[in-house]
């Protein structure tokens, strides 16, 4: 990831970089919406749709991919036409393709969701539930 970063940042130059470095390398045919947020030298591909309220950090979001309303990315990449749902933190992993995880799930470090695996609502937690204290 840290490759990936470097570039979008213009820590290392590379005439592969299609656009201008900064913190964040948004392709053409990217849908961001104005309320994410993008940091990190993460890059968007082509057809990727990020929602309000994400935040991605240092992450590669692969064409097709969807990240949706509230979710958080670090260091990860989402692979190509793969769904991060609502309110779904992916921390340092990798989401394979076509890979769909539903809302409130919580993907440690080190995981690797296989391709197409379909991820149920609040089918995994790393921490502990607020309303059990």
């Known amino acids: 990831m840290t490759?990936?970063?470097?570039?979008?940042?213009?820590h290392v130059s590379s005439p592969a970089l299609p656009g201008?470095?900064?913190?964040?390398?948004?392709?053409?045919?990217?849908r961001v919406d104005p309320l994410a947020v993008l940091t990190g030298g993460t890059a968007v591909c082509d057809g990727a749709v990020v929602e309000a309220g994400a935040v991605v950090e240092g992450s590669v979001v692969l064409p097709g991919a969807r990240i949706g309303r509230g979710a958080l990315v670090q260091r990860s990449v989402v692979g190509r036409d793969a769904v991060v749902g609502e309110c779904t933190s992916v921390v340092e992993a990798v989401v394979g393709d076509h890979a769909q995880l539903g809302s409130h799930n919580e993907v440690p470090a080190g995981v690797r969701v296989d391709c197409g695996v379909h991820l149920p609502e609040r089918a995994v937690r790393v921490s502990v539930p607020t309303h059990l204290g």
């Open 3 to 10: 490759g990936s970063a470097d570039l979008v940042r213009g």
């Open 20 to 30: 201008p470095t900064g913190d964040a390398l948004i392709l053409p045919g990217a």
